[in-house]
């Protein structure tokens, strides 16, 4: 399997607790989880495939200490990379932009784990393209029953990808 790193932003610890379950379902070393206020570029360079999460505050803002970690990734080289999306959303309270945290840019890099928006209550996202969010999107405020099925099948179909 590629070198996995996963890197998480998570205010509330929510999404913190979504990538230690992803990093276990995945075999990947708790050394490997790392909260995007510490990621440098070194770190961007170390893996080939990169898992990054991210809760939407607001108005489909990033979690805070993304908005650092996206100028980190914007000035690494990504062209070889795969990378996976998670975002965690409110779909009651902020329906018309759940997850949008998860909104991506062309940056050259492989993007894998897109997820059929069809079996979600919301009424808009910039996370979703042509019927799919761009990565795992959870609602684990309004859905947490569903949380650990939606991580199974996302890191079902990613796995596919890491080898």
């Known amino acids: 399997m590629k070198k996995i790193g996963i890197f998480y932003g998570s205010s509330t610890g929510t999404t913190q607790g979504i990538a230690e379950t992803i ?23 170390e893996y080939e495939v990169l898992l990054l999460g991210t809760s939407t505050w607001g108005d489909g803002e990033l979690q805070d200490d993304w908005y650092d970690g996206v100028k980190v990734l914007k000035e690494s080289d990504l062209k070889e990379k795969t990378i996976a ?47 799919m969010f761009v990565g795992l999107a959870l609602d684990d405020i309004n859905e947490s029953d569903k949380t650990e099925e939606r991580i199974d099948a996302w890191v079902s179909d990613i796995k596919n990808h890491l080898a």
């Open 23 to 45: 990093a276990s379902k995945l075999g990947v070393p708790a050394s490997d989880v790392i909260d995007v206020s510490k990621m440098n570029a070194d770190m961007v360079k």
């Open 85 to 131: 999306l998670f975002g965690c959303g409110d779909a009651e309270s902020y329906c018309d932009t759940f997850c949008d945290g998860m909104d991506i840019k062309d940056s050259g890099c492989t993007i894998v784990g897109k997820v059929s928006a069809k079996d979600y209550s919301f009424s808009s996202s910039i996370a979703v393209i042509d019927g």
